[in-house]
């Protein structure tokens, strides 16, 4: 780890967390409800300000510089594109199931459904940023 | 070959400093200044002044443009 800078250690360590705690949610999707939607945010708002207290009081040199900024502009870039893209696919499916006259509006848990969608939608572009910077840190840029 | 090349690491062991020492006179990180020596990151012009003062030589004997190389 002391090959590492700063950034890079909190970035492995965000991508840790995102996975553990967006994982298990997602593949026990027939569980799931708004309460745990929140607790999610919760927990993971929590995991990241403990993660990032430990490596800052692990980590003697904290400077950013102007890579950091560079690779961390790289990776909202690439994050950006992956929302953009799953929110085109995702209206081009909304659309077609509704011309199919596949969704049913009237069923309370569609509401939950379009949440979750939503919520994976932002969780994939958020991994995909933490990859694409992690990346960018092992490559030239 | 990059379009920027550097002569930082052999300034730089030429002087018995080490990537430590030079990342914090210029203010950036040891992994900044290595990605700088293996042609990885081409530094803004500001950071190359302060890499070439560290090293007490004129930008131009730090850092060369070939307008072949690649971006």
Same mark, same amino acid.
């Given at each position: 780890m002391s090959s590492l800078s700063y950034r890079e250690k909190f970035l492995y360590a965000s991508l840790a967390i995102e996975l553990a705690v967006y994982l298990p949610y997602f593949f026990l #999707?027939? #569980? +799931?409800?708004v309460s745990k939607v929140a607790g999610m945010i919760a927990g993971i708002i929590l995991l990241q300000i403990i993660a990032q207290g430990t490596i800052a009081a692990l980590t003697r040199n904290r400077i950013t510089d102007e890579r950091d900024r560079l690779i961390e502009l790289h990776g909202y870039r690439i994050g950006y594109f992956t929302f953009a893209s799953l929110m085109a696919f995702g209206l081009a499916m909304l659309w077609f199931h509704a011309e199919a006259g #596949?969704? +049913?509006?009237? +069923? #309370?848990?569609m509401g939950l459904h379009f949440l979750n969608v939503f919520f994976g939608m932002l969780v994939i572009a958020d991994i995909t940023r933490t990859v694409a910077q992690l990346i960018a840190y092992r490559r030239a840029l | 070959m990059p379009a920027i090349r550097n002569q930082v690491r052999e300034l730089r062991a030429a002087r018995n400093m080490t990537q430590q020492e030079l990342a914090d006179q210029v203010g950036v990180t040891r992994q900044t200044v290595i990605a700088i020596e293996q042609d990885k990151y081409s530094p803004s012009l500001e950071t190359a002044f302060k890499v070439a003062l560290a090293l007490g030589v004129s930008l131009d004997k730090c850092f060369q443009y070939d307008p072949r190389g690649k971006r």
């Amino acid at each position: 780890m002391s090959s590492l800078s700063y950034r890079e250690k909190f970035l492995y360590a965000s991508l840790a967390i995102e996975l553990a705690v967006y994982l298990p949610y997602f593949f026990l #999707h027939g #569980h +799931n409800s708004v309460s745990k939607v929140a607790g999610m945010i919760a927990g993971i708002i929590l995991l990241q300000i403990i993660a990032q207290g430990t490596i800052a009081a692990l980590t003697r040199n904290r400077i950013t510089d102007e890579r950091d900024r560079l690779i961390e502009l790289h990776g909202y870039r690439i994050g950006y594109f992956t929302f953009a893209s799953l929110m085109a696919f995702g209206l081009a499916m909304l659309w077609f199931h509704a011309e199919a006259g #596949h969704l +049913n509006m009237q +069923n #309370h848990t569609m509401g939950l459904h379009f949440l979750n969608v939503f919520f994976g939608m932002l969780v994939i572009a958020d991994i995909t940023r933490t990859v694409a910077q992690l990346i960018a840190y092992r490559r030239a840029l | 070959m990059p379009a920027i090349r550097n002569q930082v690491r052999e300034l730089r062991a030429a002087r018995n400093m080490t990537q430590q020492e030079l990342a914090d006179q210029v203010g950036v990180t040891r992994q900044t200044v290595i990605a700088i020596e293996q042609d990885k990151y081409s530094p803004s012009l500001e950071t190359a002044f302060k890499v070439a003062l560290a090293l007490g030589v004129s930008l131009d004997k730090c850092f060369q443009y070939d307008p072949r190389g690649k971006r």
